[in-house]
């Protein structure tokens, strides 16, 4: 029997965020790279080459060079189990990344050097920060013409709140780039352009004040010298409290298409991250290293082997010791599972898995038994809290273009919900499904996926809604008489959850007024168990 506390703290589970287009697929290739779980790096932009980025498998990502589904992949390095989640950069998937952040410790934030800190970062960081994700900061493209290395140091601890210190620091940038000083180890690395595969043989001098910097790397070293000398006075001296808290970010800088300055990050997060903590349900807190296994799931992706049309959920280990074929209860339905072919992930490549521990993300295949927010136990009733989901921002139509095909819209429609991928809202009067997203993306990933994974093509026109709020009650009849009462504008969302859709801001403000015992929210969490109030 293998020692739980053992395995608990060899694990480190953390997530990928940044704006788009600011490398963080890329990275997440090359940590794999360095790693050693993969031999050659398939570059996110070369979309005509046979070769795409481990992380990246839905068709239409391949086609748009974009991450639009998060990716989960586990590796191996310095005797630590590494547990990555590739998230999208884009904005319009926000929800997918939001929920992803809540079944990792720690996060790696991915900031473009040449455009700092961008909206979505900011948004991200806000989420981070309301649950004190401990964040690593890699800033990327030093071998592009970038911003001053101070001016993005000083941005950061500006926009994000939080005081950042450096671990390496740039020795120029751009066509000009020499490499990065450890200030900690006080050795520098020099900057070679780099390759698909990883090799050992970067040059690295040793020293902070070598005189080898100045003959080789003339202005460049001046400058940079002068950087280093103001950084080690005035910048905070690393406090592991304060980065476990999220207030304090370590920082480091390189080129990750040019496998510049990835393996520092790699050791970082081995050595700083912190490896799995006590999780909260709502009936107590649990430890990772108690000996029952409980888990909760925070995404189900449908389709990933397209031959075998499954859906597999992604499950966050809180606890215990996961063994294959063994029984566990779905808290909500107290349906019993056995799952057999349980699975790790290097993003598309399956290994079937025998045992994980907590901190471990596992995919559990499921025809529809599992929903986003499940918690699985041993028996106990648990139910893990915080998987959110927010209101939508913007409403389509959707209806099938050939009436024969109408199973499979609603096959496709109802897994797609299941996902996450959309919010698909079944009026009270009417038969045409209604769509709800952040962003006017997920309609055309929705679009693409039915055609191409449903077999139907769909119409998604305009909807004349733009306001959503899920609607609870104490008084059971009280909610039921409001739907009837307003069943021209209520539809139930995937967990029959029912939802009021209005037009306008203040037609909702009246509805408001006219039935004071009724509760309208803006997020709601899984299964309808909590939720948040239209303030909050």
């Known amino acids: 029997m293998p020692d739980i506390a053992t395995e608990v703290r060899r694990r480190r589970t953390f997530a990928i965020i940044s704006h788009p287009d600011a490398g963080k697929t890329t990275l997440t290739e090359k940590l794999l790279l360095f790693s050693g779980a993969i031999q050659i790096a398939g570059s996110v932009k070369a979309r005509k080459a046979a070769r795409h980025a481990t992380s990246d498998w839905m068709e239409i990502e391949k086609q748009r060079g974009i991450s639009v589904a998060s990716s989960v992949m586990q590796m191996e390095y310095r005797g630590c189990v590494i547990n990555l989640l590739d998230t999208p950069g884009h904005q319009d998937f926000s929800e997918d990344t939001y929920r992803v952040l809540t079944a990792v410790d720690a996060a790696l934030m991915v900031i473009d050097a040449a455009n700092g800190v961008e909206p979505q970062t900011r948004r991200l960081l806000q989420v981070c920060r309301a649950r004190n994700t401990p964040i690593l900061t890699f800033v990327n493209k030093m ?52 390759e698909d595969r990883h090799h050992d043989a970067d040059e690295i001098l040793q020293g902070l004040d070598n005189p080898a910097y100045a003959e080789r790397f003339g202005a460049e070293w001046t400058h940079a010298a002068h950087d280093i000398e ?28 040019n496998n510049f300055g990835v393996k520092e990050v790699l050791d970082a997060l081995v050595d700083l991250a912190p490896p799995p903590s006590a999780r909260t349900a709502m009936q107590r807190e649990v430890k990772p290293d108690e000996p029952k296994f409980s888990g909760v799931v925070f995404k189900i992706q449908a389709n990933m082997d397209p031959a075998h049309r499954d859906r597999i959920a992604f499950v966050r280990v809180a606890s215990g010791h996961f063994e294959r074929g063994m029984r566990l209860k779905v808290v909500r339905s107290g349906k019993e599972l056995r799952p057999n072919t349980v699975v790790s992930f290097l993003s598309q490549r399956r290994e079937l898995l025998d045992e994980a521990f907590a901190g471990d993300i596992i995919g559990i295949p499921n025809h529809g038994v ?45 897994q797609l919900g299941e996902e996450g991928a959309i919010q698909v809202f079944r009026p009270v009067a009417g038969s045409v499904l209604l769509l709800g997203a952040v962003g006017q993306l997920q309609f055309e990933v929705v679009a693409h996926r039915l055609e191409h994974e449903y077999g139907c093509k769909a119409r998604i026109t305009p909807s004349r809604f733009q306001i959503a709020r899920w609607v609870t009650a104490d008084d059971p009849k009280e909610l039921q008489r409001f739907i009837d009462g307003n069943a021209h504008r209520v539809a139930y969302d995937a967990v029959d959850a029912p939802t009021l859709l209005v037009e306008y801001a203040p037609e909702l403000r009246a509805i408001e007024g006219n039935w004071p015992k009724i509760r309208f929210h803006t997020m709601r969490e899984h299964a309808g168990l909590v939720f948040h109030k239209a303030g909050g």
């Not at 970038?146 to 940038?173: C, H, K, N, Y």
């Open 143 to 194: 071998d592009r013409e970038v911003q001053e290395p101070l001016a993005l140091m000083d941005e950061i601890e500006r926009e994000l709140g939080m005081s950042v210190v450096p671990f390496t620091w740039p020795v120029g940038m751009g066509k000009r780039f020499h490499g990065v000083m450890d200030l900690r180890e006080e050795r520098m690395r020099v900057f070679t352009p780099g």
């Open 230 to 257: 103001l950084v080690r006075t005035a910048a905070p001296s690393f406090d592991e409290s304060q980065f476990l808290a999220g207030h304090q970010t370590p920082m480091f800088f390189g080129s990750a298409i």
């Open 370 to 414: 599992l929903q986003l927010g499940d918690t699985l136990t041993e028996g106990e009733a648990l139910q893990y809290t915080g998987l959110p989901f927010f209101a939508p921002e913007m409403f389509r139509s959707v209806e099938v273009a050939d009436p024969l095909r109408t199973k499979q819209l609603k096959a496709g429609l109802t």
